[in-house]
Structure formats: structure tokens, C-alpha cells
């Protein structure tokens, strides 16, 4: 079975501190790779994304990702956080399987960026 | 603008009743997707459309009904059926359903039911 674990559930952090949100999923197969940020009572937009090629993916916002297929991770960071960085991130996992393909996404880490 | 508008931002509703959440798109994206959002469990995907009049359960379609009648649009009913309605409901699309593709979403219905 595929899953998507998100090591943190909560991860505080003072501005202008580096973060790093971790990210581990479980596939035999190749995937793709994403992560998305929620603000509050909002949707989803996505950051970054990783299909295939080098390893560690820019993405909006100053953050960064990087594939560590050995690993099965794909951590987020961002070298020097802001304010305005408060928010939900989630990571998500697509991957092809019988009949299409699945995308799951973990739980979710919630950055709370303190001044 | 292009984008997903989900409407209303908050409903109210009595146990029994059925709900219905709009979910428009002015993207040209064929696939649609609805999920549910509860605290510490992230996003489970309910009902999924690949392309107009089509449309397929994903892990927790019990309770929930959907219809695909317009490429730009893809409501989702919360039935009485539904043991646990209240919740934040995300509404999304995608190009082409892919899995390479990333998805679009509006932003959000929460549901409550008392």
C-alpha cells in the first residue's frame, strides 16, 4: 500500500530562521512528487512539484525540494522563513497503478512562523 | 480571471437534510475532483470525473453524490446518509486526470451540521 507520512505535525519556527518540513512516502513504483501550501480557510495552491530529471526542484516562494529516491523522501525547506510563510504544507505522491494512477496526500505540517 | 469558485464559504444545515456544494471552473480542465479536509488527516479524495457524464467513487464516496453535466461544473451533494458531515470540502481540477499533472483548487466549503 501506498502512504504519504509527514514527520511533523506541527513545526514552529522563528522568522527569518531556515525550516525544513519532512516528507516520506512508501511505493515501489515510480512517482511524482508535490507539495502544496494551504493559508487559512483556503484552498491548495502548489509550490513545487518533482516528475523526473535533477533532484532538487524550485519551486514559489523561495522554498525548495529535494528527491531522495534511496531515501523515499522529498523534504521541503526554505533557507530563511517569513511571517507571511504561516501555513498548512502538505505533501502529496502520485502514482501510476491498475485501471490509472492515485495521488495521496499526507496529513499535513502545519509552519507557524513566531517574530 | 481563471480559476475555481466554490460557493457558499460556510453552510449550516440540520441532521437529515440533504446539501448541495457548487463547484465551478473556468479553467478548460476535463478532470474534477472533490475532497474532504479533517484536522490531522489531511485531504481524502470522495468522487472524481474524468470527463463530462462521467465520474468515479474515490475512497469515501458513501453518503456523497455527484453529477457531471457541464465540463465546467462538478457539485457534490452530502446526503442524510452521511455519518459525519461536517467538514472542509475542497474542490479541484486538473488538466487531464494524470498523474503528473498538478491540481487547481478552490477555496473551500465548510459544512455544518447540527
Known amino acids: 500500500a501506498q502512504s504519504v507520512t509527514q514527520l511533523d505535525s506541527q513545526v514552529p519556527v522563528f522568522e527569518e530562521a531556515p525550516v525544513e518540513l519532512r516528507c516520506n512516502y512508501s511505493?515501489?513504483?515510480?512517482?511524482?512528487l508535490f507539495w502544496y501550501v494551504q493559508y487559512p480557510n483556503q484552498g491548495l495552491q502548489l509550490l513545487l512539484k518533482?516528475?523526473?530529471?535533477?533532484?532538487l526542484v524550485k519551486g514559489i516562494n523561495g522554498f525548495e525540494a529535494e528527491f531522495n529516491k534511496s531515501q523515499t523522501s522529498f523534504h521541503l525547506r526554505k533557507p530563511s522563513v517569513h511571517i507571511s510563510d504561516t501555513a498548512e504544507y502538505f505533501c502529496?505522491?502520485?502514482?501510476?497503478?491498475?485501471?490509472?494512477?492515485?495521488?495521496?496526500f499526507g496529513a499535513g505540517t502545519r509552519l507557524f512562523v513566531k517574530a | 480571471d481563471g480559476g475555481i469558485t466554490q460557493s457558499p464559504k460556510y453552510l449550516f444545515r440540520k441532521e437529515g437534510q440533504n446539501v448541495t456544494l457548487s463547484c465551478e471552473q473556468n479553467l478548460n480542465h476535463d478532470a474534477m475532483y472533490w475532497y474532504r479536509q479533517d484536522p490531522g488527516q489531511g485531504l481524502r479524495l470522495i468522487y472524481y470525473?474524468?470527463?463530462?457524464?462521467?465520474?468515479q467513487k474515490g475512497d469515501i464516496a458513501e453518503g456523497y453524490s455527484v453529477s457531471r453535466e457541464k465540463k465546467e461544473s462538478f457539485p457534490l451533494t452530502v446526503t442524510s446518509a452521511q455519518k459525519n458531515p461536517t467538514a472542509f470540502y475542497l474542490c479541484?481540477?486538473?488538466?487531464?486526470?494524470?498523474?503528473?499533472?498538478?491540481?487547481?483548487f478552490g477555496p473551500g466549503t465548510r459544512l455544518t451540521v447540527t
Open positions: 479541484a481540477s486538473s488538466t487531464r486526470d494524470r498523474a503528473e499533472n498538478e491540481q487547481y
Open positions: 511505493s515501489s513504483v515510480s512517482v511524482y
Open positions: 518533482y516528475l523526473s530529471g535533477s533532484t
Open positions: 470525473s474524468q470527463i463530462v457524464n462521467d465520474f
Open positions: 502529496a505522491v502520485s502514482k501510476f497503478n491498475t485501471g490509472g494512477f492515485k495521488t495521496i
